[in-house]
């Protein structure tokens, strides 16, 4: 069966500092991957999304960049965190060709101080 | 206006209670429709998928789809505490990747 995994749970960084999210899907190839960030009470807003090595998407112009070094494996980064990227980042795979369909991590709550 | 309209909550109802959860929605192109379940600080999980207008049932679960009207709405019969969790709705016109959620309705299931 298909898993994600998805580290860490928690970090607290400060302001300037970089940031390395990494996600690994196992049991699956050639996946799509996502990253999602979460804001406390609101919906879910799609960061970057990936339908193949090397292939990223970005949805919102923003402090962070992905990159999918290996087939299951995708990386969100930052080179310097502001106050705002605090949030619970998710990320998430689904199926070649559907799509419609996503499994997600467990989530990493990062807090910026 | 946003894509996808969902009432916030919190939603609080008693133990074996039959809730009603809604979204509505504005495009029109959209096929595929989701509910997610989300326990604090964990990723969603999926609940439902469906296609077409009309009911899906699974378990204790019913998704119903109006495209006539642009809603949907997950029914969960029997409520139980664990089902005390925020339900995130989603939907997508199918070619594309990018899904669209609802903000999430936080549901409370009193014992």
New interface residues.
């Given amino acids: 069966s298909q898993t994600i995994h998805q580290w860490p749970a928690t970090l607290v960084q400060p302001v300037g500092s970089p940031l390395s999210l990494e996600c690994t899907v196992e049991g699956t190839s050639n996946p799509n991957l996502y990253w999602y960030r979460q804001a406390a009470g609101r919906g879910l807003q799609l960061l970057f999304y990936s339908v193949g090595i090397g292939q990223i998407s970005s949805e919102v112009p923003q402090n962070l960049s992905a990159s999918r070094p290996q087939d299951r494996q995708f990386i969100l980064s930052s080179k310097k965190l502001l106050l705002s990227d605090s949030g619970f980042y998710l990320c998430a795979w689904s199926v070649v060709p559907t799509g419609e369909k996503l499994f997600f991590g467990s989530g990493t709550q990062l807090s910026v101080l | 206006q946003k894509e996808?309209e969902?009432d916030?909550g919190p939603l609080s109802v008693p133990e074996g209670a039959i809730v009603s959860l809604n979204c509505t929605y504005s495009n029109s192109a959209f096929q595929?429709f989701?509910w997610?379940r989300q326990y604090s600080?964990?990723?969603?999980?999926?609940l439902m998928?469906t296609y077409s207008s009309g009911n899906k049932e699974d378990g204790r679960f019913t998704a119903q789809v109006d495209k006539s009207s642009k809603y949907i709405s997950l029914f969960i019969r029997d409520s139980q505490p664990s089902d005390s969790a925020t339900y995130?709705c989603?939907m997508?016109e199918?070619s594309s990747?990018?899904?669209i959620?609802?903000?999430?309705t936080r549901l409370l299931v009193r014992p």
């Fill in positions: 996808v969902q916030p595929y989701m997610y600080r964990k990723g969603p999980e999926l998928y995130l989603a997508t199918g990747y990018k899904l959620f609802g903000s999430g």
